[in-house]
């Protein structure tokens, strides 16, 4: 899976189509990207209420899936839709408007706000009413009781994961643990958990991952920044992390399906996305 960030709306056509181009090309030029992972960027006021800044996703969706093979999955922030009615009429047009039947649903980014739109939960319910709809949602691991809240998701219609950006493989590895446990215990099939990995190349690039919420041990962040060309080290980095969280599901019999989610963070980070994707995949 190949996550790609929708251009701004200030862009000219032109500029949009280019992106789109390079984009495919990139793909293509993979191929063994079997989903397009297009994230929804929202900014949020004090109140809560979303600004959408960025190119729609289902329309940006709509000229990439021209140019290539690989499903697109939509991501959607449910909760800063007005009603459950909202979310449902917006389910079933992407599946008959648009041709996508693959979401992630997120949840809101400030906790303890109360936000009008359904929850992710409720969300997974909504649209797991239309046939062939697949339903995506993230996984924290460092987030607490995790597992938990997987095995609610999955319960709900949840079929696979895509964590947040993994700098540590720790966390995952007990999350995916313990996740398999609780799916067992409970008689139901573990989801798909992507691994996401976002390419970097910047010092800044680590302060923008860690702002989305990933977390980086002090160790590796001194590791990374070594010097100011932190792309290399990434890639090692996330090469070692992938290793051990196969030999530690592997080693404890660990039966969660597991695939790959390579973010391109901004335009500029698609060949790095792409050069990770070539070593992680080897």
């Not at 739109?117 to 607490?144: D, L």
């Amino acid at each position: 899976m190949l996550e790609v960030t929708p251009p701004s709306r200030r862009v000219s056509k032109k500029f949009m189509i280019q992106s789109v181009k390079r984009i495919a090309d990139a793909v293509n030029r993979l191929g063994n990207v079997d989903y397009i992972n297009i994230p929804e960027i929202v900014d949020e006021n004090f109140r809560g209420i979303p600004l959408y800044r960025h190119y729609d996703t289902r329309e940006f969706g709509l000229r990439i899936g021209k140019l290539v093979g690989s499903q697109i999955v939509i991501n959607k922030i449910t909760v800063h839709m007005t009603s459950r009615k909202e979310l449902s009429s917006w389910v079933g047009e992407c599946v008959k408007r648009y041709g996508f039947n693959r979401f992630v649903f997120v949840g809101g980014s400030i906790e303890g706000r109360e936000y009008r739109g359904p929850a992710v939960t409720e969300s997974n319910r909504i649209a797991s009413r239309v046939n062939g709809v697949k339903i995506g949602n993230i996984c924290i691991p460092t987030r607490k009781n995790e597992p938990s809240r997987m095995l609610s998701k999955t319960e709900s219609g949840a079929s696979f994961f895509t964590t947040q950006v993994l700098l540590d493989s720790r966390p995952i590895k007990q999350v995916l643990k313990s996740y398999q446990m609780l799916c067992s215990k409970n008689g139901i099939a573990p989801a798909t958990v992507f691994l996401s990995f976002a390419a970097a190349s910047t010092p800044f690039d680590l302060e923008f991952i860690e702002w989305l919420g990933a977390e980086i041990p002090d160790k590796t962040e001194t590791y990374l920044l070594r010097d100011s060309n932190v792309g290399p080290r990434i890639s090692r980095l996330y090469a070692s992390i992938l290793s051990d969280i196969r030999d530690f599901v592997s080693k404890n019999k660990v039966d969660v399906p597991l695939g790959l989610n390579i973010e391109s963070i901004s335009a500029t980070h698609l060949e790095d996305a792409c050069r990770i994707a070539e070593t992680l995949t080897e």
